[in-house]
């Protein structure tokens, strides 16, 4: 994608682990950044509090997270934060919004945290200006957050399923650049290499020097059978899981 002049972008969920990283890329090329989130006082769920915030801003960024991974809190907290930044983008006259979503989510409605981001895509389709959808696979960070949700004493139970795991730096970049680029598409972006989420977590376990025994337990369905793998048609970009893992967790234990 071109460079582009300076733009105002407004970023909802701006301390979140991409978030953060749009905001620090989008300023380094030069763009300015209304950062929305509660860390700076701003409650998306509360439309009063997105204000005039949106105010000759160019492009709205939403990699905004549900609190709740529970399905129906999940929804709730989408369609809600989805309708009161396309509203508010809708009035200011924002010309643009970028969602990040997941790949192949809409084949994975037997999930019920996907059933919740699909219900973000149609909501922001449904409410916010010039939207185009990022839907990316799972971070390199995601073996690690999965171990801790899992994690129960020496334990973790990890889901049997494919993935084809992504920097987050990538997701960053990519948004900027579908928020500065007037004529940007949908976009589908993967990882070079396919994994096994059971595997990358005793990998990383084992580079972390930790004592925590992987318990495979089955995941969905479709997920099982390959729905969040890239398509085809799928950009895949940077480099592998395991070239990251070791420069982020080796050391003189390791």
Request: net charge negative; proline share 7%.
């Amino acid at each position: 994608m071109p460079p582009s002049p300076g733009r105002r972008l407004a970023v909802a969920g701006a301390t979140g682990l991409i978030g953060a990283q749009v905001v620090t890329l989008a300023e380094a090329a030069g763009h300015e950044v209304v950062p929305l989130s509660r860390t700076y006082g701003v409650d998306l769920t509360d439309p009063a509090a997105i204000g005039d915030r949106l105010a000759g801003v160019d492009a709205v960024i939403d990699v905004t997270r549900s609190p709740s991974m529970a399905r129906d809190d999940a929804i709730g907290f989408f369609t809600t934060v989805a309708t009161n930044l396309g509203r508010a983008a809708q009035a200011a006259g924002v010309a643009r919004t970028v969602l990040l979503s997941i790949v192949g989510v809409d084949r994975s409605q037997d999930f019920d945290w996907y059933v919740a981001t699909l219900a973000h895509e149609r909501a922001t389709r449904a409410q916010a200006p010039g939207v185009r959808v990022l839907r990316a696979t799972q971070f390199f960070e995601f073996p690690g957050q999965v171990l801790e949700r899992s994690r129960r004493g020496g334990r973790a139970a990890i889901m049997d399923m494919p993935t084809q795991p992504i920097a987050s730096e990538e997701v960053a970049r990519m948004l900027v650049a579908m928020a500065t680029d007037d004529n940007a598409d949908d976009v589908d972006i993967a990882g070079p290499r396919p994994e096994r989420l059971p595997e990358l977590v005793r990998r990383l376990v084992a580079l972390r020097g930790e004592d925590v025994v992987v318990d495979v337990v089955p995941a969905a369905t479709s997920i099982a059978s390959g729905s969040v793998l890239p398509g085809p048609d799928a950009l895949l970009l940077g480099e592998d899981w395991d070239t990251w893992a070791r420069r982020r967790f080796a050391g003189p234990d390791c």
